[in-house]
């Protein structure tokens, strides 16, 4: 969370910057287009960090730093057939967690930062409340 506080400064302060240098010279193009890049900087910036909290009846993935709670997904433990921990490797590659649930059409899946030993934990927790649980590397 404090690298997404600062990439979130860092675009605050690059829009602030190109944006007053928008009104002041003739060449505009450079400092619009600085401008457009800060701002979908700080939309991703926001959209990228994610919270799970796993209680008894439900697990809910919340976006903290988003302005609404529309965001916010829930899934009944009930519901959720099957949760995966899926590693990609490669260039873009990581750790994903794909939730795979009745009320779905299609499966969820989160990119997550999780370290061993929370991933661990996570894994314990939901085998716990009685959902499967998989682990698969690419």
């Not at 700080?42 to 960090?49: S, T």
């Not at 989160?110 to 409340?129: K, Y």
Request: aromatic share 16%; proline share 1%.
């Amino acid at each position: 969370m404090f690298l997404t506080i600062g990439k979130i400064g860092i675009g605050i302060v690059g829009l602030v910057k190109f944006a007053s240098n928008l009104f002041t010279k003739s060449g505009w193009g450079f400092d619009l287009f600085m401008c457009i890049f800060f701002i979908l900087w700080i939309i991703q910036a926001i959209r990228g960090v994610k919270t799970f909290h796993l209680f008894p009846e439900r697990l809910v993935v919340k976006r903290p730093f988003f302005f609404t709670t529309k965001t916010d997904k829930t899934f009944k433990t009930d519901e959720i057939k099957e949760v995966v921990f899926h590693r990609i490797k490669g260039k873009y590659g990581g750790w994903f967690l794909i939730i795979r649930a009745e009320q779905l059409r299609h499966n969820d899946d989160f990119r997550i930062h999780f370290g061993a030993n929370i991933r661990s934990e996570f894994i314990t927790q939901l085998n716990n409340l009685g959902v499967k649980v998989s682990s698969k590397e690419n």
